[in-house]
């Protein structure tokens, strides 16, 4: 199994493209099926993840192709042929989830293995089904599958969601687009992957309204269209690059990165110390002078988003002076915590909070990484301290950071990947 070995210590400096957004390409593929016509996504990034969700797609029946030859676009398009999503790919990646609502509004059927627990939380989907069957789905689990069917079109429903669920409001999203009549859902998630969703929508020729805010209407349409839509860039990659500037003492251009989609991540680096400079074709990092610790909290979009918990945990660890981070959106996600602490960190936790009181420099050390940003923390320690660190069971940061050591070892981190 591959390792990443990095010798740490070193700052930063130079230019980063950053990819196109994995969790925004995730459910635009599953939008193909809500078409017969070719969708084209340009500005893909490539990652597990999304092959995983071009295997899905193609044994639903779609054919996926590269367009051209620079490998960042891909065709989708046909007809649907099976609308089983087996056990075996559901289990590999929760989003796997995302072809439920297409499916039913389109053919009108559809059983998708129930996803299980994952290690940041027991993640259930329940806002997802409770949404299909107030559009007229009728849901059933059986054998560890859920069923949903419908007879003719879903009807448009008012559907008010508890908390604003991501996946949820995507799975409602995609199939209130073809229902008959009006769709509005009340604390619709407002992360920039769902506004791109919806634009993506817009273009094969749903009508959407309140893109962008906590209320989409839906006005469902009999049909609809290809498209080309280019993805937006990833706002985690580009925020898990902004702490690495700022651990290391660099300065970091992150091509591409988008300031309007980083909510609550830039006032947090802003009062931590790190500067961030906008222009129009990306941000500039850097850090001013010292860290200072500063209290996080993570919130739904535009609040400080979960996936940023890990990275800043590690900035809060070389900062000067204690911070709080308190982790509201999943029960489970701390397993970074001992692994940074191995490294010389000092974090306790408490329940949803973990104090991290901060050391002058970490120090490299073998760790193992859990999850994706479990797992990219680690390489932000890495960055960080001082000799070397050795990150085992790196799978999980092919599902969602791009080519992450070549871009690092060209902004001058001694980062490899090691096999065995
Ligand atoms: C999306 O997951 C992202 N995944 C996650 O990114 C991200 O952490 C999360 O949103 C929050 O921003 C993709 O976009 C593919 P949720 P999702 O539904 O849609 C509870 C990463 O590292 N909930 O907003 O699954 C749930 O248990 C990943 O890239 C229910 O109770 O997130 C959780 O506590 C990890 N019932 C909270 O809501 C439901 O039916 C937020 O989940 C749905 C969710």
Redesign the pocket.
Known sequence: MDKIRIQGGRPLEGSIAISGA??AG??LMAAALLTDERLVLTNVPRLEDIRTMAALLAQHGLAVEPVGNAGRALALGGRISNTEAPYDIVRKM??SVLVLGPLVARVGEARVSLPGGCS?????????LKGLEQLGATVSLDGGYITATAKGRLKGATIVLP??????TENILMAAALADGQTVIANA?R?P?IGDLAACLVAMGARIEGIGTDRLTIDGVAHLYGATHAIIPDR?ETGTYAVAAAVTGGSLRLEGGRIEHLGAVVRTLSDAGVDIVPDEAGLTVSRRNGLHGTDVMTE?FPGF???MQAQIMVLMSVAEGAAMVTET???NRFMHVPELNRMGARINVHGASAIVRGVPQLSGAPVMAT???ASVSLVLAGLAAKGETLINRVYHLDR?YEAVEEKLAACGARIERVGG
Do not use: W
């Not at 940041?120 to 997802?128: A, C, K, Q, S």
């Open positions: 994995k969790n995730l459910p929760r989003a940041i939380g027991t993640r259930p989907v329940d806002l997802h908390f604003p669920s991501v996946g949820a998630a992360e992957e985690i739904p988003p979960t996936d959106v999943f029960e999850d994706l940003r969602g």
